[in-house]
């Protein structure tokens, strides 16, 4: 088989492509920066045509009109893993809703229980010998794209060319479409006072030799900045970032110590900004994996002391955690959260941390409060928490009592707010 021949009997233009869409159908799309921006672009074209068509995907950075542009309801509808500003946007308008699901499941589930029609990714061009790299995403796209009838590619020579569990052959592509877009980046913002002292707490937590976990946001982005004095540190997490490329080329990440693929970074997606596309480009120190291997927390727990940080936007004084809603508002997802703080904590020697600033709103709420608000959903059980760092320190929850845990959450919550953080746990019997 010649495989530059069986490419181009496989390459259509993208309206042919986005034609092929009919009532009723369900698409998976790849999510973040690996999303299709040629194919998701044009679906908005078929409204007049089609209705009920749903498209499956998560954290859609781009705006794009099929669930942005209110004509489009009863048309198309998303139903995503986990919202940024855009799903959140779409919500509001009725055509999107959540898929509450841990990282690990969010492929397996919905290929057992709800196969798609098509699947559309995105991939750097082919090699010589057929193969594609799905490049910066493979946490639910390579067990979507198994059981979709219809897979289509959109290759980006943009795109890094990445390894791991990343290579799907022409043989298992319908159809290849060609879009050489720009790459989405999401720039690093320059760490506040507050998120300057969480970073220095958590540092002290995490142990030369450690294996780390990164999750999504301000604060697990501006942590990378003071790991900078550690040795041997590993990467096991779900999402690559910039502050990884920081301390893998400082010889601050070396995997030396690593007990699950010593030397190499394990990932399942890449967002951040051009620096850390062309490090993760034909770098052989990085393993992607998708998110059933990468946030199976037996799997992170083959990693000796391994340290999973992520944020959140509330956390109540037993230890209930909210970092995916804001009461009724749906804010982002569960993601891989419960999955990496479990894990590293059945590492042996591994810690779980979860580090948010002490207020929000501009210092006018407590994020330490008595009890959640109404609507509030918990991504982190209780029972599964382990240590919370603030600007103000470090609680140590596990193991702890009720009352216990109310000492020590009020320790770390800003002074402005203890006293009544006090009364409310008198008054509610928690102490
Ligand atoms: N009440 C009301 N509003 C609050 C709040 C609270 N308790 N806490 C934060 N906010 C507001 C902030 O002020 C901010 O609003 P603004 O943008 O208008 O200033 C907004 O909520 C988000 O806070 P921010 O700190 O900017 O978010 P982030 O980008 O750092 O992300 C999470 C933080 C918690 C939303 C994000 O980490 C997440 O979704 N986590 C769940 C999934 C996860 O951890 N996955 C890990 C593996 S990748």
């Not at 998303?78 to 999107?96: K, P, Q």
């Not at 980046?185 to 450690?210: C, R």
């Amino acid at each position: 088989m010649n495989v530059y021949e069986e490419y181009r009997r496989k390459l259509i233009s993208i309206d042919e492509a986005v034609a092929m869409v009919s009532s009723g159908c369900s698409i998976a799309a790849a999510m973040a920066a690996s999303a299709p921006p040629g194919l998701l672009g044009a679906l908005g074209k078929r409204r007049d045509e089609v209705e009920n068509v749903r498209v499956f995907s998560a954290l859609l950075l781009r705006d794009y009109d099929f669930f942005l542009d209110p004509s489009m309801k009863g048309h198309f509808f998303l139903e995503s893993w986990f919202y940024g500003a855009g799903e959140r946007r779409g919500h509001e308008l009725g055509t999107v809703s959540l898929i509450p699901s841990h990282g690990r499941e969010w492929g397996i589930r919905k290929a057992q229980f709800d196969p798609p029609d098509f699947f559309w990714g995105t991939a750097c061009p082919m090699d010589r010998h057929g193969y594609f790299s799905l490049s910066l995403g493979v946490g639910y796209e390579k067990d979507l794209l198994a059981v979709a009838k219809t897979v289509v590619l959109e290759i980006n020579p943009n795109l890094p060319r990445t390894y791991g569990d990343t290579q799907v052959h022409i043989s298992q592509v319908d159809y290849v479409v060609e879009n050489e877009a720009p790459l989405f980046e999401l720039q690093p913002i320059e760490p506040s006072a507050e998120e300057k002292a969480i970073g220095a707490f958590v540092a002290d937590l995490i142990e030369d030799g450690s294996t780390i976990q990164l999750g999504i946001g301000g604060i697990p982005n501006a942590i990378a900045t003071f790991l900078m004095n550690k040795k041997d540190l590993g990467v096991h997490t779900e999402m690559f970032t910039d502050g990884m490329v920081d301390l893998a080329e400082a010889g601050v990440i070396t995997g030396r110590c690593k007990t699950l693929w010593p030397g190499k970074m394990v990932g399942n997606f890449a967002l951040g900004t051009k620096k850390l596309y062309n490090f993760l480009h034909e770098n052989l120190a990085i393993e992607f994996q998708p998110g059933r291997v990468t946030n199976d927390p037996c799997v992170i727990a083959k990693n000796y002391k391994m340290v999973s940080v992520n944020t959140a936007l509330q956390i109540d004084l037993t230890g209930q955690v909210v970092s995916e809603s804001i009461g009724h508002l749906q804010y982002s997802g569960t993601g891989g959260q419960t999955d990496t703080a479990v894990g590293a904590q059945m590492s042996p020697g591994g810690k779980s941390i979860i580090a948010l600033r002490s207020t929000a709103k501009k210092g006018t709420i407590s994020t330490i409060v008595p009890f959640l608000p109404e609507g509030a959903k918990v991504t982190l059980h209780r029972a599964d928490v382990d240590y919370v760092v603030t600007e103000y320190g470090v609680a140590h929850l596990k193991a702890c009592s009720i009352k216990e845990r109310v000492n020590r959450l009020i320790a770390i919550a800003h002074p402005d707010f203890r006293e009544e953080l006090r009364r409310e746990a008198r008054r509610l019997k928690l102490e």
